[in-house]
């Protein structure tokens, strides 16, 4: 029988500032630092919900809706959404906070993870316990994103 997993037991948050090296010349994160930062979160998740290593098979999706500026604290929140037999999908959500507390999200990202054995080869992921209706519709949502990838391989796209 296939072993089920909570997303709480993967969920993991991380927590950067944004420092000058890190920032472009309008002193505002660089996109691809931030997609580091991104990956590195994703992996976690991953490896936490698999139990063995993972490899990024795609970012399915990446958007920019607030900068983050230099001084700011960010902080990087990711869960596992959706998984097939191998493949696991994760958000992980992007959010400047302010001194107050006070948070604005800048990015939110779905990034697809094959689990891995000690060949590089695929290896099965345990099932997903869906614990509440929000993540139910995130369930429901990662199948239709499954769906669109699958036929945007199909068409080459």
Same mark, same amino acid.
């Given at each position: ?6 997303? *709480? ?16 010349? @309008? ?6 630092? +931030?997609? =580091? ?5 994703? @992996?976690?998740? *991953? ?20 900068? *983050? ?27 400047? =906070? @302010? ?24 290896? =099965?992921?345990?099932? +997903? +316990?869906? *614990? ?14 499954? @769906? ?5 391989? =199909?068409?080459?796209?």
């Amino acid at each position: 029988m296939r072993q089920m997993k909570r997303t *709480a037991d993967s969920r993991t948050e991380q927590v950067q500032i944004v420092l000058p090296q890190h920032a472009n010349s @309008a002193k505002r994160l660089f996109g691809g630092m +931030l997609m =580091e930062w991104i990956d590195v979160v994703a @992996a976690v998740v *991953a490896r936490r919900h698999a139990g063995t290593e993972v490899t990024t098979a795609c970012i399915d999706t990446l958007r920019f809706d607030a900068p *983050a500026k230099v001084g700011e604290t960010i902080l990087l929140v990711g869960c596992i959404t959706y998984v097939g037999r191998t493949s696991m999908e994760v958000r992980v959500d992007t959010y400047s =906070e @302010a001194l107050d507390g006070r948070r604005e999200r800048v990015n939110r990202a779905y990034l697809v993870l094959v689990a891995i054995d000690g060949r590089g080869n695929p290896q =099965e992921v345990p099932g +997903l +316990l869906l *614990a509440s209706d929000e993540e139910r519709e995130e369930w429901k949502a990662g199948e239709k994103r499954r @769906a669109l990838r699958r036929q945007r391989r =199909e068409e080459k796209y």
